[in-house]
């Protein structure tokens, strides 16, 4: 697994060093991807461990991009070992008895891949916050709490176990931007309101492109280095911003996350396509229309004088960052 922080550009150049050491690469959007090096050991001489040292070494020499790179023997200790400490490291998690049970102990229910926010505070209110916990607790009641499929999964993982294979994958036509807060954010008022900034900086960049979007994805990160991400389709195919935010907002209110500390999310509109080959639903109220003229004068505003922000109101103040 591996992460790299910079935008698309910064992604693009992990995907490339990634595929020069093997061509077996899941690219994970908007920062991330799973490589199986197992044929590749031998080919370079190295473990995988010292390969990830040379993904890092290429990527910061040729391209001045760093990345974070977490090596074990299935994809979910992989992940894992990738956000376990700060950006811009090395981390593997061996593979001899007892190593990756010794690597999971005591760590939060929350880092397990598959656990959101709903599902580790139902484990916790049954005192099942740690991974180790929920590995030792009987199948039975993990399956009362989650489900059959879900709790046979969960504690499948919390042992450190992964069958899925890494499935090489082209990038798809996407294209992204997210927004880091400067603590922890608890009030939905303001993530809305970043959520509303990067809904108008996608459209934007659509607009500019002629492209638009058939689907939306939203990741939400929080305090515990976990995310939630997740993905819906567009009624039509639109790079109309307030269908954006519109979107964007469902996404988010399906979380339900009350009082999760979050601290970015991000936006991606997904499978793109051509403005000229798509049509829209016509509508008879005038503000619709007058909201797309607008859009347009906007769009021409910004086209010309690029440094400057135009767009509503409610993000006068507000930064902006793309992914």
Same mark, same amino acid.
């Given at each position: 697994?591996?992460?790299?922080?910079?935008?698309?550009?910064?992604?693009d150049?992990?995907?490339?060093v990634?595929? @020069?050491?093997?061509?077996?690469?899941?690219?994970?959007?908007?920062?991330?991807? /799973?490589?199986?090096?197992?044929?590749?050991? =031998?080919?370079?001489? +190295? #473990?995988?461990?010292?390969?990830?040292?040379?993904? +890092?070494?290429?990527?910061?020499?040729?391209?001045?991009?760093?990345?974070?790179?977490?090596?074990?023997?299935?994809?979910?200790?992989?992940?894992?070992?990738?956000?376990?400490?700060?950006?811009?490291?090395?981390?593997?998690?061996?593979?001899?008895? &007892?190593?990756? !049970?010794?690597?999971?102990?005591?760590?939060?229910?929350?880092? *397990?891949?598959?656990?959101?926010?709903?599902?580790?505070?139902?484990?916790? #209110?049954?005192? *099942?916050?740690?991974?180790?916990?929920?590995?030792?607790?009987?199948?039975?009641?993990?399956?009362?709490? /989650?489900?059959? =499929?879900?709790? +046979?999964?969960?504690?499948?993982?919390?042992?450190?176990?992964?069958?899925?294979?890494?499935?090489?994958?082209?990038?798809?036509?996407?294209?992204?931007?997210?927004?880091?807060? @400067?603590?922890?954010? /608890?009030?939905?008022?303001?993530?809305?309101?970043a959520?509303?900034?990067?809904?108008?900086? *996608?459209?934007?960049?659509?607009?500019? #492109?002629?492209?638009?979007?058939?689907?939306?994805?939203?990741?939400v990160?929080?305090?515990?280095?976990?995310?939630?991400?997740?993905?819906?389709?567009?009624?039509?195919?639109?790079?109309?911003?307030?269908?954006? !935010?519109?979107?964007?907002?469902? /996404?988010?209110?399906?979380?339900?996350?009350?009082?999760?500390?979050?601290?970015a999310?991000?936006?991606?509109?997904?499978?793109?396509?051509?403005?000229?080959?798509?049509g829209?639903?016509?509508?008879?109220?005038? +503000?619709?229309?007058?909201?797309?003229?607008?859009?347009?004068?906007? @769009? =021409?505003?910004?086209?010309?004088?690029?440094? *400057?922000?135009? &767009?509503?109101?409610?993000?006068? &103040?507000?930064?902006?960052?793309?992914?």
């Open positions: 697994m591996c992460t790299a922080a910079g935008g698309p550009a910064a992604f150049v992990l995907l490339s990634l595929r @020069d050491i093997t061509p077996v690469v899941e690219a994970l959007p908007p920062d991330a991807a /799973l490589a199986d090096v197992t044929g590749s050991t =031998r080919y370079f001489g +190295r #473990d995988a461990a010292g390969l990830g040292a040379l993904i +890092r070494v290429r990527a910061l020499a040729r391209y001045d991009v760093d990345c974070t790179v977490g090596v074990a023997a299935n994809p979910l200790l992989a992940r894992m070992a990738a956000h376990d400490g700060p950006p811009g490291a090395v981390r593997a998690v061996g593979g001899g008895p &007892g190593e990756a !049970a010794a690597f999971l102990d005591g760590k939060p229910v929350g880092a *397990l891949h598959g656990v959101g926010p709903k599902t580790a505070r139902t484990l916790c #209110d049954y005192g *099942l916050d740690t991974v180790d916990r929920l590995a030792a607790a009987p199948l039975p009641t993990v399956q009362r709490l /989650l489900g059959a =499929r879900l709790g +046979r999964l969960l504690r499948d993982r919390a042992h450190g176990a992964d069958p899925t294979p890494v499935s090489p994958n082209a990038p798809a036509r996407s294209v992204g931007a997210d927004h880091r807060f @400067d603590r922890p954010e /608890l009030d939905p008022g303001r993530r809305h309101r959520l509303l900034a990067l809904a108008a900086e *996608l459209g934007l960049r659509l607009r500019a #492109d002629d492209q638009v979007a058939r689907g939306l994805t939203l990741t990160r929080y305090a515990d280095r976990s995310a939630t991400t997740r993905t819906r389709a567009l009624p039509e195919p639109t790079a109309h911003t307030p269908a954006l !935010a519109t979107a964007a907002y469902a /996404l988010h209110d399906a979380l339900r996350l009350q009082r999760a500390r979050v601290t999310v991000a936006l991606r509109a997904e499978d793109l396509t051509g403005a000229a080959g798509t829209r639903q016509l509508t008879f109220d005038p +503000r619709a229309e007058n909201i797309r003229r607008a859009e347009s004068v906007t @769009d =021409r505003i910004a086209a010309r004088w690029p440094g *400057l922000l135009v &767009g509503p109101a409610s993000l006068a &103040g507000l930064p902006r960052r793309s992914a």
